[in-house]
């Protein structure tokens, strides 16, 4: 087993060192993490818009008029609906920074690039205009800007690599000088976009968004949203996570923006009142596999406050409940230890896989509703988690997986306790002979 663990690690260590140090996936996950405040936000209203409760939507229509679903559709429209566009500003911001490259030119140039090669439509309304539809900001167009905006900074690294900019004298502003030395990089960008936006414009798919979205978005989204990728996936990360590597950073770099995306689809649908599409989302992943964080720790972290004999364990599960509760289960996984035990190396990999078939089954069945694609925060506690994201039922589900994982961990947990107390009461032994020594003395 030893031998078979040192492989794995020897393997799989500078696999997610590369990954995990990767300019562009890096990127990604941090612009990501620091939209999350306000998709989470956006969420919610739409949450607010469809409360089922009886005689809340009259109540509201009675209160606001027919259109009171505008109040809080809104904010959705401009934290969910326009994910692309807080996801462009992110990773051309993390990207400056790595290159050290102006930020604020590298934003504007990755914008510009975006909205350039993203199609438009002629509106008639009280007045005549050209609008964006808010599709192409969303989801759909979550691929395009993620590429858009690592072409971009590439595109400037290169050109300031050149030396292929204007600078100003030392008596220049600042500012003013900052200006000028981004001017030709964007001027560049801006043709070369629009070049590409002309070159697509000629084909049967009539953009690059189009072409993106049918070639590269549909067919990752597709596999990503399958039951046999989730469970990769997870897989992954328990191993991962089992020789002390950040599983779920790893995985969440190359995995969140699919998962998000079909979120935001749910969340449409949701809205709209019609049948939600996909399964598997990260409000799945968050609610029903990460039951207590990873490896679905929640009803191991209840096994040590209740049901531990030895005195280690028992203060393991004092300081790891209330983390655990929010799904912060570190004191667990370094505390106990389960980062390279072999013990509870089986319990952990398995636990979330079958929680994600549980509850792939549950909503494939219809027994517990589809994710409504509310982006609640990672830390909302179980329970809680699952009636927002799933009603009553999902609530159910989420006790039921807490009572089963606690089940799959008890064996293990007894061993490692047992263990635990034995090496206790040999250390008291231990300290009585010597105490009894140095009195004879």
Known sequence: M????????????????????????????????????????????????NLPIPGYANFMSNLF???????????????????????????????ARSYKLDKMGAIFGALAAFFIITPMFNFKNAVNGTGIPLNNLGASGLFVGIIVSILVLEILRLVNKWGWTIKMPDSVPENVSRSFSTLIPIAIIIVIFNFVRMVFSATSFGSMQNFIFTYLQTPLTSIGASLPAT????????????FGIQGANIVGSVMTPIWLSLTAQNAAAYVKGAAIPNIVNYQFYSSFVKVGGSGTTMGLALLLVFAAKSKQMKAIGKLAIMPEIFTINE????????????????????????????AYGAMAWGIVPRTNGVNIPWT?????????????????????????????????????????LKKEKENEELEAKEATATVAD
């Open 380 to 420: 909302t506690p179980p329970i809680i988690a699952g009636f927002i994201v799933s009603g009553w039922r999902g609530a159910v589900l989420n006790v039921f997986q807490i009572i089963l994982s606690g089940l799959i961990y008890f064996p293990f947990f007894r061993t490692a306790d047992n263990l635990a």
């Open 231 to 242: 469970l990769l996936v997870l897989l992954l990360e328990g191993l991962l996570w089992s």
């Open 331 to 358: 004191p667990i996984m370094f505390g106990m230890p389960i980062v390279l035990n072999p013990v509870m190396l089986v319990p952990f990999i398995i636990t979330p896989l079958l929680m994600a078939v549980i």
């Open 2 to 49: 030893d031998k078979m663990m040192s492989k794995l690690e020897s393997v799989l260590t500078p696999i997610s060192v590369k990954l995990d140090n990767n300019r562009y996936l890096s990127a990604v996950k941090n612009a990501f993490m620091a939209a999350m405040p306000i998709l989470i936000i956006g969420s919610f209203f739409t949450l607010f818009a």
């Open 65 to 95: 008029g027919k259109s009171w679903q505008d109040f809080f559709n809104v904010p959705n429209d401009i934290s969910m609906n326009m994910m692309t566009i807080y996801v462009v500003i992110g990773i051309s911001s993390e990207l």
